[in-house]
């Protein structure tokens, strides 16, 4: 495949080569493209989430979010921890 970019886009990537860490302005594309890519997976989960807290929301399944309820979820994630439990994906860091 042949793609065009602008001068612009051109002057960045081969900054980028320039650096060292690229071999080649095919090699910073592709890294442009697998975070772009990585990006809009964790877009995608976003959106999925905000979805649920909104459907929850509207259901009336929410909970004023107070420093004793902070403590309580933290105290309840360092029990699970202790006991060997999963962490979820959406709790991490």
Do not use: S
């Not at 081969?14 to 877009?43: F, I």
């Not at 999963?86 to 709790?91: E, H, N």
């Amino acid at each position: 495949m042949t793609t065009k970019v602008t001068p612009e886009l051109e002057k960045k990537i081969d900054a980028l080569v320039a650096t060292g860490r690229y071999p080649d302005g095919v090699a910073v594309l592709n890294a442009a493209v697998e975070l772009l890519v990585e990006n809009e997976t964790e877009d995608e989960w976003l959106r999925r989430e905000l979805a649920i807290g909104l459907e929850q929301d509207l259901n009336g399944q929410t909970h004023e979010f107070t420093r004793e309820r902070f403590e309580m979820i933290r105290n309840k994630a360092f029990e699970n921890v202790k006991l060997g439990r999963p962490i979820k994906d959406a709790v991490k860091p």
